[in-house]
């Protein structure tokens, strides 16, 4: 019988890097077997963008993950009977969300669509069927998320992780030889979909304990559901910074919504591998969220990211053409890519400070200021998305100094808030 203990976050961030590190290498090799076979077309665009539409959805997907661990963490501290009275309501209300919007997804796909407003029909089209492929993608990303919440929120962070790789590696596999055998771009969907089966099976069996649904309506639940309303703005602002960015590189012809995706990918590599956050929260609920806590890890990311900034900013076509520029990624898509990774690299911080930020004004259940200055901010990007592409015509740079500025005024109207409050408190 497997047997989990719980981890201290010292050790955790070590082993969990490690295992992450891994999986983004395999994430890597995905993205490279994408290059190889296929570089960038009308397709991959299509493919990217439809991953970015299913973003919408995901939103619900990370606000019940990250309501479910402090609120988790919360009640087992009370007692082992109310942790497990709180994990079956979560699990009855993820699969209602499940049905519900991966139904919603399905019915929509034609108005989605039309969101890539530079798209020709051709590549409409193929974006539709991308977007069929995925929901099964869609569908088990919230069982996925939701056994990951209670195994985090009981300090079991490898298990998560280990749930992450085996995602990583088997998307890798089935785009690798799907592609070597088929040399469809329709492979790209099928294999998230079947990975995500795969790691939705694995993060099931390890969280079996907790595999039973509650349902019943109290104070809490009523807190949680109000939370669910603002939390959707906040975790939203990522989803939404990436939607609308690859809505207005639709507006730059073929290959730039590909360029753009990858770009990020190269940009914020060191994010996505430490998932600093996801440890945060443990650490931020057990503490209350204080103010101590919070700059602890706002100044790690700091020290972290700078160093890479700097280089990507400086020297982005080193690490685009030694990971990418192989088989059928052009000199052209080099080039493109490596404009999205310049300036892209400058919002690294800021990702990594507001996904620490949201997620302590989330404990701290101050959530109506920043509701609304996450909605402003997605305005915000819009808004300089618009200045700098459709009016001062700076291309792909221009998407990524909108989404620069926007981060920068999330970020800042965040902390101030926060700190005040924590300051008050």
Not at 243 to 272: N, Q
Request: charged fraction near 15%.
């Amino acid at each position: 019988m497997l047997k989990l203990k719980p981890e201290s976050i010292r050790h955790a961030i070590i082993k969990t890097s490690t295992i992450n590190l891994l999986a983004r290498g395999f994430g890597y090799l995905k993205h490279l077997a994408i290059a190889i076979f296929l570089g960038f077309s009308y397709q991959t665009d299509a493919f990217f963008m439809a991953l970015s539409l299913l973003g919408i959805f995901l939103i619900f997907v990370d606000v019940f993950d990250s309501i479910g661990v402090p609120q988790l963490v919360f009640a087992r501290m009370k007692s082992e009977e109310e942790f497990k009275k709180l994990a079956g309501l979560l699990l009855t209300f993820t699969t209602i969300l499940a049905f519900s919007l991966t139904f919603i997804a399905l019915v929509g796909i034609p108005l989605l669509s039309k969101v890539a407003v530079g798209f020709d029909q051709r590549t409409k089209e193929a974006t539709e069927l991308h977007l069929l492929l995925l929901l099964p993608y869609l569908f088990f990303n919230f069982f996925f998320h939701h056994f990951g919440a209670v195994l985090r929120s009981l300090r079991y962070f490898t298990p998560y992780f280990i749930g992450e790789f085996i995602f990583s590696f088997f998307s890798f596999l089935f785009i690798a030889f799907g592609l070597y055998l088929f040399h469809s771009p329709l492979v790209l969907p099928i294999s998230l979909s079947l990975s995500q089966f795969v790691a939705t099976l694995y993060m099931i069996f390890v969280g079996k304990e907790f595999l039973h649904f509650r349902f019943f309506i109290d104070k809490r639940v009523k807190e949680i559901l109000k939370h669910f309303v603002f939390l959707s703005a906040l975790y939203g602002v990522f989803h939404l910074f990436i939607l609308v960015d690859r809505a207005f590189a639709s507006l730059l012809g073929e290959k730039g919504v590909s360029a753009l995706t990858y770009g990020s990918i190269v940009a914020f590599v060191l994010r996505s591998v430490l998932k600093l956050e996801h440890m945060a929260i443990t650490s931020l609920s057990e503490t209350k969220a204080n103010i101590q806590t919070l700059n602890k890890f706002l100044k790690f990311s700091f020290l972290v990211s700078l160093p890479v900034m700097l280089f990507l900013f400086f020297f982005p076509e080193i690490p685009v053409k030694l990971l990418f520029g192989h088989g059928k990624f052009t000199k052209a898509d080099v080039e493109l890519t490596a404009t999205a990774t310049k300036y892209y690299a400058i919002s690294l911080f800021l990702s990594f400070a507001w996904a620490v930020l949201y997620r302590t004004l989330q404990i701290i259940n101050w959530l109506l200021p920043v509701f609304f200055v996450s909605l402003i901010s997605i305005l915000v990007n819009g808004f300089f998305n618009y200045l700098f592409v459709v009016v001062y015509k700076l291309g792909i740079a221009g998407i990524c100094l909108g989404t620069f500025f926007a981060y920068t005024f999330l970020c800042g109207v965040s902390y101030v808030i926060l700190t005040r409050k924590l300051k008050v408190g």
